[in-house]
């Protein structure tokens, strides 16, 4: 149940990933996260409140749940969606992937958490699978607007690996606390808070690249919420969930599969058939999950 959790959250990644291109490129990183926090802070706080949810928090799992939405929303989501607007869903996809093995190591090296071989084998073969699937994604990039490069190639790199950096620490951070049975919406709301209340305080700063580089219009407003329900509220509830019963090092591959689940969705909305160093690497990440699954 963990597990399917967990691919919950990717497909919801994907998802989100792609609706958020359009308002990223539009108003920047920054300001779209603002936005996007805003909403789903809002939004989880309700729920949390009528669900009870926040009964299940202590002071001490408080602080280390805000501790974690700094370093893996504010940080990492950030420098993510920065490097989303610079080269598309689909390249920065394969960079955030190796979220998968920096979790691995750092949760064997932080938490002690050991993986069965044959579990082993199929993380290994979900990021290989992932790496090639998203890699020989598409024929051409000619006329596919997400896959558009704006700006430097070399930031947009270094942006999508602090996001997974960032993803990978803020998830061993709240590891322990979701291994303790709080409630995944409530965790899910303060991590938002956090990261919501940072973003505001950068946005009241004169800095340029901190406030919208464009004027919100109805559409993109409508983007960004849509993108925050899918992939904020919908997704990241689901990834908390999964951390509750199953190890940082596991949830985190089978997260990582959400660029292949990208794939398909890209080829709908473009057009633009994937090819077959795709399916490939698509039909390597369903092997290493069955793995995942038996170890």
């Given at each position: 149940m963990f597990e399917i959790a967990a691919l919950g959250a990717a497909l919801c990644w994907s998802m989100g990933g792609i609706i958020a291109t359009t308002p990223i490129r539009s108003l920047g990183a920054i300001a779209f996260t603002r936005i996007r926090m805003l909403f789903i802070a809002a939004m989880l706080t309700l729920v949390a409140t009528l669900s009870g949810g926040w009964e299940t928090l202590s002071a001490d799992q408080l602080s280390t749940l805000l501790l974690s939405g700094i370093v893996g929303i504010l940080f990492g989501d950030t420098a993510l969606f920065a490097a989303l607007k610079r080269l598309g869903p689909r390249r920065a996809a394969i960079l955030f992937a190796t979220h998968a093995p920096m979790t691995l190591a750092l949760g064997y090296l932080w938490l002690d958490e050991a993986l069965t071989y044959t579990a082993l084998l199929g993380a290994l073969l979900v990021t290989m699978g992932v790496i090639t699937a998203v890699f020989y994604g598409s024929h051409s990039t000619a006329s596919n607007p997400w896959e558009v490069i704006q700006g430097s190639l070399i930031t947009g790199v270094l942006?999508?690996?602090?996001?997974?950096?960032?993803?990978?620490?803020?998830?061993?951070?709240?590891?322990?606390?979701?291994?303790?049975?709080?409630?995944?919406?409530?965790?899910?709301?303060?991590?938002?808070?956090?990261?919501?209340?940072?973003?505001?305080?950068?946005?009241?700063?004169?800095?340029r690249h901190f406030r919208a580089q464009a004027a919100l219009t109805p559409r993109i407003l409508l983007l960004a919420s849509a993108s925050a329900l899918i992939g904020m509220g919908i997704g990241m509830t689901l990834f908390l969930f999964?951390?509750?019963?199953?190890?940082?090092?596991?949830?985190?591959?089978?997260?990582?599969?959400?660029?292949?689940?990208?794939?398909?969705?890209?080829?709908?909305?473009?057009?633009?058939?994937?090819?077959?160093?795709?399916?490939?690497?698509?039909?390597?990440?369903?092997?290493?999950?069955?793995?995942?699954?038996?170890g």
């Open positions: 942006l999508a690996l602090l996001g997974a950096l960032g993803q990978s620490m803020g998830s061993l951070i709240a590891r322990p606390v979701m291994a303790d049975d709080v409630d995944a919406v409530a965790a899910s709301a303060i991590r938002s808070i956090a990261s919501a209340a940072f973003l505001v305080l950068l946005g009241i700063l004169p800095v999964a951390l509750k019963g199953s190890q940082t090092g596991i949830v985190a591959t089978l997260s990582s599969t959400s660029p292949v689940l990208m794939l398909p969705i890209l080829w709908i909305l473009s057009g633009e058939r994937p090819s077959a160093g795709a399916w490939v690497g698509a039909t390597t990440v369903v092997l290493g999950t069955s793995l995942i699954f038996l």
